[in-house]
């Protein structure tokens, strides 16, 4: 399967404050990044789809203003929550897929709390 | 609506016992189907991907599809207590590449 990382895996900051969430596909291009998140006892939600060099796709219900992505190169993308609130506070996942692949692998996530 | 349902469980079978996880789905025009396993506050990691009608084998998991009942599920055998986990069924509907619809997940307990 394909190698991805996130980083930072666990974060707490105080609301209002900002954070910046990186996905990294170590092995292979990603032309296509789906950002996700999971709340405690929910199914995985797909948040936003961005393609490398363009805007992102954001899903009904989706503050894109509040959920910045920034998908500059084919191995990296960013997902920053803007003045972050507790109801933000979730588990946030990256899913980069390569324009061949079919099978879809994801980040090993990123726990956020907002106090 | 397109929807993935999943018996949320908890599914409990006893070691060594084959478990049985179930999924259905609602729009016909379904590509590809894919099981997932979630351990408890880490990320999905895939099992299993079956895109034909039949039953697929690899190790100790099968994937059986039926596209005319619109119904796949998951066979655990010799059911570790390592598997306990959540399973979560996904579904792509052939929309934009590796968008996925999942399931809420069934929560699998094999009691040693």
């Known amino acids: 399967g394909a190698v991805v990382s996130q980083h930072p895996s666990r974060v707490i900051c105080k609301s209002g404050t900002s954070v910046k969430i990186e996905c990294r596909s170590l092995?292979?291009?990603?032309?296509?990044m789906f950002w996700y998140r999971q709340f405690p006892k929910q199914s995985l939600m797909l948040m936003a789809t961005s393609n490398e060099g363009s805007k992102a796709t954001y899903e009904q219900g989706v503050e894109k203003d509040k959920f910045l992505i920034n998908h500059a190169s084919l191995t990296l993308s960013t997902l920053t929550v803007t003045s972050a609130h507790p109801e933000d506070s979730s588990f946030y996942i990256c899913?980069?897929?390569?324009?061949?692949?079919?099978?879809?692998?994801f980040g090993p996530g990123t726990r956020l709390l907002v106090l | 609506q397109k929807e993935v349902e999943q018996n949320s469980g908890p599914l409990s079978v006893p070691e060594g016992a084959i478990a049985s996880l179930n999924c259905t789905y609602s729009d016909r025009g379904s590509q590809s189907f894919f099981w997932y396993r979630q351990y408890s506050g880490k990320s999905p990691e895939l099992i299993m991907s079956i895109y034909s009608n039949g039953d697929k084998e690899d190790g100790r998991f099968t994937a059986q599809l039926n596209k005319a009942s619109q119904y796949v599920s998951l066979l655990i055998r010799d059911s570790q207590p390592s598997d306990s986990a959540t399973y979560l069924c996904?579904?792509?509907?052939?929309?934009?590449?590796?968008?996925?619809?999942f399931g809420k997940g069934t929560k699998l307990s094999v009691k040693p």
């Open positions: 092995d292979f291009q990603a032309t296509t």
């Open positions: 899913s980069p897929v390569h324009n061949h692949q079919e099978t879809q692998y």
């Open positions: 996904a579904v792509n509907y052939g929309g934009s590449q590796g968008n996925l619809i």
